[in-house]
C-alpha cells in the first residue's frame, strides 16, 4: 500500500504538505494541493483515518438516530442524511431509539462514545434525559423531523433543527375537505408529546376555523403514530352517535391502519367517508382510490440538517437556527374530486 511518504515523494512536497491537504488542517497553495491530489490518486494512496482523527481530533463521522427506520417517511430522510455526509467525506453511524426516552439516551451515548463529530437525532415525545447529555457533553447536535420547544434561558436552545412544515399543510387538507361540503371531518393524530403531533393539531383547528366549522373533541383521536393504534382510533370514531364523513390522519403509518379499519367495516373511499393524510408515499398512488396527500421534502430534509450540522461544526458557538422546509399538497381521488391532472401545490 502507498504511504503519505510516497505521495509526498511523487508529488515533490514535504509529508507535513501531504498531512495538510489530506487533513485539511492548513491552507495549501492549489498548484500544490492539486499535485498531492494527482499523486494520491495515481498511487491509490488511502489515508489512515484512525491516524487522521488524532491530528485532526475529528472521525468524519455523524451520528444518526431516528426512530421507525423502516418506515418510508425515515427511509427516505436516511438516504438524503446519507447522501449529504457522503457528499462531504463524512460516515454515518445510525441507532434506533425506539421513540422511547431512556433508550434514546442510551444510544445517544453509544454513537457519542464512537467519538462521532456531531449527530442528528430525531427527538421523543420526553426529550428531557436526551438534553441533558447533549448538554452535560456539548456534543454538536440537529434535530429532526421534530422541534425541541424550549423557554427562552434553556439550553435546547443552542442546538439547531430542520423539519417540514406542518401546521398549514394539515389546516390545508381540512379547508379542502371542508370545501367539499364535509362539516365532520376528524383527525387521527399521532403520538401525544411529539412536536408534529401537536403541530398537526393545531393545524387540524386552524383549518377548521377557516372554513367556520365548530370543533368537537371527540373527532381528535390519537393513533399514537403507527397502524395498530391508528386502526383503534378510526374504530372509535366510526362507532361516535354521529361519526365523521371525512377524516386526516396524520402520518403515513397511521394511514395504513385507518384503512384496514374502514375495510373491515365494509366502508368506501370516498364514496361512504373521504380521506386525506400528511405523508405521501410510493404507493399512495398505486391505492385505489388514489391518495390526497401533504408530501413532505424528506430526502432535503436530510440533507438539509447535514448541511446544518457542518455549519455547528465550523462555527460551534453560533446561535440555534430552525430551518422549516415547505410542503407540497398533492391532490388525487380519496378525498371525493374526480379523476383528473391536478397539479401539486406547495404549501408552506
Not at 494520491?40 to 444518526?64: E, H, K, Q, W
Request: glycine share 6%.
Amino acid at each position: 500500500m502507498a504511504t503519505m511518504a510516497d505521495v509526498a515523494r511523487s508529488a515533490g512536497v514535504s509529508v507535513a504538505t501531504v498531512s495538510h491537504v489530506v487533513n485539511d488542517t492548513r491552507p495549501v497553495l492549489p498548484r500544490t494541493r492539486q499535485a498531492v491530489l494527482d499523486a494520491i490518486d495515481r498511487l491509490g494512496y488511502t489515508p489512515n483515518t484512525l491516524a487522521r482523527s488524532l491530528v485532526t481530533s475529528r472521525t468524519r463521522s455523524i451520528g444518526l438516530a431516528v426512530s421507525a427506520i423502516s418506515n418510508p417517511y425515515f427511509t427516505e430522510i436516511l438516504q438524503g442524511v446519507e447522501a449529504g455526509a457522503l457528499e462531504h467525506g463524512y460516515s454515518l453511524l445510525i441507532a434506533d431509539p425506539h421513540d422511547d426516552p431512556d433508550h434514546e439516551r442510551k444510544v445517544v451515548q453509544l454513537l457519542h462514545e464512537r467519538r462521532v463529530d456531531g449527530m442528528i437525532v430525531a427527538p421523543s415525545a420526553d426529550p428531557r434525559e436526551l438534553l441533558a447529555y447533549l448538554g452535560r457533553h456539548e456534543v454538536p447536535t440537529v434535530f429532526l423531523d421534530r422541534v425541541v420547544d424550549a423557554p427562552a434561558d434553556s439550553a435546547a436552545l443552542r442546538y439547531d433543527q430542520v423539519c417540514a412544515e406542518s401546521t398549514e399543510p394539515t389546516a390545508r387538507l381540512v379547508t379542502h375537505l371542508a370545501g367539499l361540503g364535509h362539516r365532520r371531518i376528524a383527525l387521527v393524530a399521532g403520538l401525544p408529546g411529539l412536536s408534529t403531533t401537536r403541530e398537526r393539531i393545531a393545524g387540524y383547528r386552524h383549518g377548521l376555523a377557516a372554513a367556520g366549522l365548530g370543533h368537537d373533541e371527540r373527532l381528535v383521536v390519537h393513533g399514537d403514530s403507527e397502524s395498530a393504534g391508528a386502526e383503534r382510533a378510526t374504530a372509535a370514531l366510526l362507532s361516535l352517535p354521529a361519526p365523521p364523513t371525512a377524516l386526516v390522519t396524520a402520518n403515513n403509518t397511521m394511514t395504513i391502519g385507518t384503512l384496514r379499519a374502514l375495510r373491515d367495516r365494509g366502508l368506501s373511499v370516498p364514496d361512504d367517508i373521504a380521506l386525506c393524510c400528511f405523508d405521501d408515499f410510493a404507493w399512495a398512488d398505486l391505492f385505489t382510490p388514489r391518495l390526497t396527500a401533504i408530501a413532505q421534502p424528506s430526502r432535503e430534509i436530510g440533507a438539509q440538517a447535514v448541511r446544518v450540522l457542518l455549519d455547528r461544526l465550523a462555527e460551534p458557538d453560533r446561535p440555534g437556527r430552525t430551518v422549516r422546509l415547505p410542503c407540497t399538497f398533492v391532490h388525487r381521488t380519496s378525498c371525493g374530486c374526480p379523476e383528473g391532472r391536478q397539479q401539486p401545490q406547495k404549501v408552506e
